[in-house]
């Protein structure tokens, strides 16, 4: 791929959490003390990747947990990071950040850093969930990071919860919705809780130990929080995201779109705008050894997407957008075809500009999509 390609975004993977959360299928390690040598290959990574002078329009840290780095190691990897970039004047710059690490000198040192945006995994506010969870933080820690972050002066912030836990029920998730906004964050994002294959969770799952999510439980959930936040008049901006006017997430926007980016870090994937993905090493020691050689060997692997290929996450992708796919996108297939009998249902729009989902047809998206794929490319 090529690596001139200007960056949309730049994405840095910070492999490690204090704690395995019991559902996390993330790349990541709770082996804190490997953080300087990983931090080192990292600074490797973008020295390597990163030409002088390279546009890019947003950054964004995640994981992992961005927020578990010792300040110095935050500094030094930053430092790496943004020394090249050519970052656009007040650029969106995101830390995903949980609450235990939150603290009035940790908020100080991110701002000074340049993050002007924080990403706060609190998924719930109730102490029994997040035990269940595996999350070491409390409820009232949650709240209590959003408030520091706010005195720190870190406006635009997005809160993470999760919907749909078993044993739950509507009434839960409208409390825990409503002490969100209560804070008074301009940014949601809000997943169902799923079972991914080994995790934690998949294990207790398949033993009985631990009862599954179910389907109608989170689309209760899903509709609701929909529903309210439009009344709201939030932007229902993405099939998991919520913005108020303003405040849709840059980076992520960017993404869907199709804009390139590079990811910096074990597990990081990459983009060139085209065809072209990248994707790191998901081993922590793997990544650290190739680049510690004095002539690096191979961290990645490149794939080029095929036609189909690239239609299909165009599909995947888009739809999940309040603006949909575009006609432009479809390349001239029968789409509308392919889709009647969710168009007949009500569930996706169609019109000159293309396909968007409706009411129910949210909670279909990847059924809907499958139906495009059926077809000739
Ligand atoms: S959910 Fe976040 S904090 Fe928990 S293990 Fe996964 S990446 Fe780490």
Redesign the pocket.
Known sequence: MSEAVAAGGVYVHVPF?????R????H?STLLKRIPDVVSAMVREAELRLPQGLPAATLYWG???PSVLPEAELVRLNQAVRAPLALAEGAECTL?V?PEDVTDRSLALWRAQGFNRLSV?V?SFRDERLDW???PHRGRDAEDAVRRAQDAGFSNLSLDLIYGLPGSGLGEWQEQVGRALDLGTPHLSAYALTVEPRTALSHDVAKGTAAAPSDDRAAEDFRWLRAELQRQAWDAYEISNYAKPGFRAQHNSAYWKGSPYVGIGPGAHSFDGRRTRRANVRSNPGYQKALAAPVPAEWFELEVLSDQEWFHEQVLTQLRRQEGLSRAEAQGRDLDGAWSSWIRQGMLLADDQGWRLEGEGWLWADAVAADAFGLKV
């Open positions: 959490c204090r704690h395995a959360c559902y996390c299928d993330f990541f994981g992992g947990t995903e949980n995994g998924q969870m595996g999350r």
